[in-house]
C-alpha cells in the first residue's frame, strides 16, 4: 500500500516537472515558441544626435594603411609580469622603451579592466584606416590671395612649357578606429565602458600613428600625390611637372 | 534503499536536470575561428572637402531576470560621442582635363559622395555608468551608435554636405589651375546628384 502511495505522489511530481521543463525550455529544445521563459528581459536603448559642426576641408589623401591590432597581447611580453616592471622602478632601475611601453600597457588595462593576470585574458581587435597625403589648409592652394611670394610655391616656365611646384609636407590626415558591430566584429565580444574604450582607443591612435610613420606612410603619401599631380597638369597641356621640397626653396 | 534516500536521489536527479537545461539555455559565445591578422596598403585618391559633426547622446539599460525576481543583468550606460560625416570627391572614379584655347581648361569629376561616416572615440563623454549586475559590453553600445549613423548621413545628405563639398573641391582645384596659369576654368560633374541643394 505504501509502495502504491510513493508511486501515486513521485509520478505526477515528475511529470509534471518534465511539463514544466517543456514549456520553459521548448523554443531552445524544439524551436517551439510558447511564450513560456525563465528570463524576463529588458533593454532600454535610445539615442538623439544634434549637428554640432560643420567645417571644410582643403586636404587630399592619396594612400591607406589599415592595421588590424590585438590588445593587449600585441604589446605584451609573454615572459615579463607586470610585478617585475614595477619592482624595478621601485628599486630605481631604468626600464628599457620597450618595458616603459609593458608598464604602460599594464596600467591602462589595469585603469580601464581588462584581465592580464590570466592566461587567456582578455583581449580586442581593433581595426584602424590611417589616411596620408596633404593637408592645404593654410597654403596658397586654399588661398591663392594670401601667398606673399607666388613664386615660391608656383613658377611657370613660358619656354619649356614646364610647371615648378612646392607641395606641402605629406601628413597623417586622419587616423580613424573602426566600429565594431555584433554584425562585423567576430571575436568574443569585451566589457569595457564608453570612458574605458576612449582611453584605450586614444593609446592605440598614438601608437598606429607611430607604427604607420616607421612603415613610411608619408613617403608613400608624397610619391603617390606627386605621380597624381604629375599626371594631372600634364593633362592640363604642361610638357613636364617638377616638384620642388623644402630643402630646395 | 529506504525512501528516504529515494526521495533524495529523485530530488537530485530532477535538480540535475533542471541545472544541465538551465546550462543548456544560456547563451553560449562561441569563440571562433580568428581571422589571419594583417595590414593593408590601399592607393587612394580622396579630396575631402566637407566635414559634419553631430553629437549623438547614448542611453543603453540592459536588464535580465531569472523567473522575473532573481538579476542576472543590471547595467545602464549614459554617453555622448561625436559620429563624423565627411563628403567628397573620389578621384579615383575618374578626372578628366580637356585643355582648351589659350587659357581656358574644362574638369570633369565624379559628383561628391559620403566618404566616410565615423564615431570619433576622443570625443566620448561619459555621463554615468552603472554595472550593479554584470558588466557593460562594448558591443551593446556600439550597435546603437551604427543604428543610428544611417539617419545621421541622410540628415547630413538633407542639409547639402554634397553640395557644399562640391563645392569646396571645386574651389580647391581651381586655385591649382589659377596658380597654373588658367584664367578659365569650367566644370562639369558626371552624374547628378542625388540631392537637394542644400
Known amino acids: 500500500m505504501g509502495k502504491i502511495k510513493r508511486y501515486l505522489i513521485t509520478f505526477p511530481v515528475i511529470l509534471i516537472i518534465l511539463i514544466a521543463l517543456f514549456l520553459v525550455f521548448s523554443k531552445r529544445l524544439f524551436n517551439i515558441d510558447l511564450g513560456i521563459s525563465l528570463f524576463s528581459d529588458s533593454e532600454r536603448t535610445t539615442s538623439v544626435a544634434v549637428l554640432r559642426d560643420v567645417r571644410e576641408i582643403c586636404s587630399f589623401n592619396t594612400i591607406e594603411y589599415i592595421y588590424k591590432i590585438v590588445f593587449p597581447l600585441d604589446f605584451l611580453p609573454e615572459d615579463v609580469a607586470r610585478e617585475v616592471l614595477a619592482d624595478k622602478q621601485r628599486k630605481g632601475v631604468t626600464l628599457n622603451p620597450a618595458e616603459m611601453v609593458y608598464l604602460e600597457v599594464y596600467d591602462l588595462c589595469r585603469e580601464i579592466g581588462i584581465d592580464t593576470a590570466s592566461k587567456r585574458g582578455d583581449f580586442v581587435v581593433v581595426t584602424s584606416v590611417v589616411k596620408g597625403g596633404y593637408d592645404f589648409t593654410g597654403t596658397v592652394f586654399e588661398n591663392p590671395e594670401s601667398a606673399v611670394n607666388l613664386n615660391d610655391t608656383v613658377r611657370i616656365n613660358k619656354e619649356e612649357n614646364s610647371l615648378v611646384i612646392r607641395l606641402p609636407d605629406p601628413v597623417i590626415a586622419d587616423c580613424i578606429i573602426e566600429d565594431a558591430t555584433s554584425e562585423n566584429y567576430p571575436y568574443p565580444d569585451i566589457a569595457i565602458n564608453p570612458e574605458g574604450w576612449k582611453k584605450l582607443t586614444s593609446f592605440l591612435s598614438e601608437k598606429i600613428k607611430e607604427l604607420v610613420i616607421e612603415d613610411g606612410i608619408l613617403v608613400r603619401a608624397d610619391e603617390k600625390g606627386k605621380e597624381f599631380l604629375e599626371r594631372f597638369f600634364l593633362d592640363a597641356g604642361f610638357s613636364k611637372v617638377i616638384f620642388l621640397q623644402e630643402e630646395n626653396i | ?198
Request: charge should be negative; aromatic fraction near 10%; include cysteine.
Open chain 2, 1 to 198: 534503499m529506504n525512501s528516504g534516500q529515494r526521495r533524495c536521489s529523485l530530488g537530485a536527479g530532477c535538480l540535475l536536470i533542471l541545472f544541465s537545461l538551465f546550462l543548456f539555455s544560456c547563451e553560449r559565445n562561441s569563440i571562433q575561428d580568428f581571422d589571419i591578422i594583417e595590414t593593408h596598403i590601399k592607393e587612394i585618391l580622396d579630396l575631402p572637402a566637407y566635414e559634419y559633426v553631430y553629437r549623438d547622446i547614448v542611453y543603453v539599460g540592459s536588464e535580465k531576470k531569472f523567473l522575473k525576481i532573481i538579476p542576472t543583468r543590471d547595467t545602464e550606460v549614459l554617453f555622448a560621442i561625436d559620429v563624423r560625416v565627411q563628403a567628397g570627391i573620389d578621384l579615383k572614379k575618374g578626372i578628366r582635363l580637356l585643355p582648351g584655347k589659350d587659357k581656358d581648361i574644362t574638369l570633369v569629376l565624379p559628383r561628391a559622395e559620403i566618404l566616410l561616416v565615423d564615431a570619433d572615440e576622443a570625443s566620448i563623454e561619459q555621463y554615468f555608468a552603472q554595472e550593479r549586475v554584470g558588466q557593460i559590453m562594448r558591443l551593446e553600445y556600439y550597435d546603437e551608435i551604427d543604428r543610428k549613423k544611417e539617419t545621421i548621413q541622410e540628415d547630413a545628405v538633407k542639409r547639402g554636405i554634397l553640395y557644399r563639398a562640391e563645392e569646396n573641391s571645386e574651389k580647391l582645384l581651381r586655385n591649382f589651375l589659377r596658380l597654373a596659369g588658367f584664367e578659365e576654368i569650367l566644370f562639369i560633374w558626371e552624374t547628378p546628384p542625388e540631392e537637394s541643394a542644400g
